[in-house]
């Protein structure tokens, strides 16, 4: 009996600490959106409407750019929306000590910092499917790839909100920024976002480098569901390549936070 209350008081703790990050979001959800849309809108307008337009590249290469983008969104959404509120609530606002007084052991405190990432994260990338379907013409995806693609959007929030977890309690709080500034364009350009990984065959060792990149296995995945015709690596590979991110990743950050939490 007691074991079971304390079952649902965890839940009910995490559910309400989970209500209120996605309430304190919506009401800057403007703000928000801004920062995890307005990059990938521009590549998708640059690199494939206006590159386009002058004949640079393929007419159809926004079939393959656009899920790419979906894959960054999600990843980058949750990544930047754990990183940045655990720098501020560690050293600023120290909102985190309410939270850790809840009645919830402290690495379900961190889970729940990783859940509301990816929540975040995998609602930006659905806002940007519109946006990229009005963009972008002759866009086609099967019904049947839809529900594979979502997976794998989430899969994409939550192993970005695990990596923003390892970021936001392992980097000095100072150097966070500079940090995230460093990767970011690495992360970006190795995630197999603007190119199929299975193109790269002709630049082995940047093939190999790619395939060290997380982001690289929600971009193929996103591809392998909703542009089946373009060669990919193995969905199935995609999602346990993505599971074990998720499981590697997490475990290292918990590992920060009861550091960062316990000192």
């Known amino acids: 009996m007691t074991q079971a209350v304390s079952l649902g008081s965890a839940r009910q703790a995490f559910l309400a600490m989970l209500a209120r990050d996605i309430y304190v979001t919506s009401r800057e959800i403007g703000a928000y959106l801004a920062q995890d849309l307005i990059q990938p809108f521009f590549f998708l307008f640059i690199f494939v409407r206006v590159l386009g337009s002058a004949g640079v590249v393929s007419n159809d290469y926004g079939q393959t750019m656009l899920p790419g983008l979906l894959a960054l969104i999600s990843f980058f959404g949750a990544l930047q929306a754990v990183a940045f509120r655990l720098v501020l609530e560690f050293e600023w606002t120290l909102e985190i000590e309410d939270r850790l007084l809840a009645p919830l052991s402290l690495p379900l405190v961190a889970m729940e910092k990783v859940v509301f990432g990816a929540c975040r994260g995998v609602l930006s990338s659905l806002l940007m499917v519109p946006i990229g379907l009005i963009v972008l013409s002759g866009v086609s995806w099967p019904l049947s790839g839809l529900a594979p693609a979502l997976f794998s959007m989430a899969l994409g929030g939550l192993i970005g909100g695990a990596v923003g977890l390892v970021f936001g309690t ?94």
Not at 200 to 226: D, K
């Open 170 to 263: 392992i980097v000095p709080p100072r150097r966070v920024t500079i940090v995230f500034s460093v990767l970011v364009a690495p992360l970006l350009f190795t995630g197999s976002v603007q190119f199929p990984w299975y193109s790269l065959t002709g630049e082995r060792w940047f093939q190999v480098l790619c395939a060290l990149n997380p982001l690289t296995y929600i971009s193929e995945g996103i591809r392998a569901s909703l542009v089946p015709s373009i060669a990919h690596i193995p969905y199935w590979l995609c999602t346990i390549v993505s599971l074990a991110g998720i499981a590697g990743f997490g475990r290292l950050g918990i590992h920060g936070f009861l550091r960062r939490a316990l000192r």
